[in-house]
């Protein structure tokens, strides 16, 4: 599984951050940083919540 984010869509909600904090992270300066494009197999299922609850769809999952 590769990680893609569209930093022009994404707000920096940190809802991502919630489901996945092993991948997404809004430090202080409030932009969203991903930790791994290729987040190792037992957080797949965290990544993809993360990608359903993007209220900017900014999220992408590629096999």
Do not use: W
């Amino acid at each position: 599984m590769r990680v893609e984010v569209d930093f022009d869509q994404c707000e920096s909600n940190a809802l991502c951050m919630g489901a996945a904090p092993e991948v997404f992270e809004v430090r202080d300066d409030d932009f969203l940083y991903l930790l791994t494009e290729e987040p190792s197999e037992e957080l797949h299922e965290k990544v993809r919540q993360a990608e359903r609850l993007c209220p900017k769809q900014a999220i992408t999952l590629r096999d």
